[in-house]
C-alpha cells in the first residue's frame, strides 16, 4: 500500500492551498475572488447590507454614494482595492483595473 500522497509532485501548485483574503462584506476567507464574489451568499449578505446602507441615508444618493469609500470598498493590502458596489479593482493612487476609474 502506498502512503497518501506518495509518488505524487512536490510542485505541484494545485497541492498547496493559495494565498487568502477575507471578504469585507461576508466575513469569510476565500482563495478564489470571482468564485466568492460571483457566490449567492455573497450577493445576497451584500445586498441585505446595502438595503441597511440605504435606510440609514433615507434612499438619498449623494457624492459618496458610488466613491471609492464606504462600507463596500475593501483594501486588499499592496496598493489593491475593491469596490463591491461598482465592481472596480483600482490601485490606490487611482489606477484602474476593472475598466472602472
Known amino acids: ?14 497541492a498547496v492551498a493559495g494565498p487568502t483574503a477575507r471578504c ?3 466575513e469569510v476567507s476565500f482563495e478564489n475572488a470571482e468564485e466568492h464574489l460571483g457566490s449567492w451568499e455573497h ?5 441585505r447590507k446595502m438595503e441597511a446602507e440605504a435606510a440609514k441615508k ?9 466613491a471609492a ?7 486588499f493590502g499592496s496598493g489593491i482595492v475593491f469596490n463591491h458596489l461598482t465592481l472596480a479593482l483600482e490601485t ?8 472602472h476609474q
Open 58 to 66: 433615507q434612499y438619498q444618493a449623494d457624492e459618496d454614494t458610488f
Open 1 to 14: 500500500q502506498v502512503a497518501p500522497g506518495a509518488g505524487s509532485d512536490p510542485w505541484d501548485a494545485s
Open 43 to 47: 450577493y445576497s449578505l451584500f445586498r
Open 92 to 99: 490606490v493612487n487611482g489606477g484602474a483595473e476593472g475598466g
Open 24 to 26: 469585507c462584506v461576508c
Open 69 to 75: 469609500r464606504g462600507p463596500w470598498v475593501q483594501d
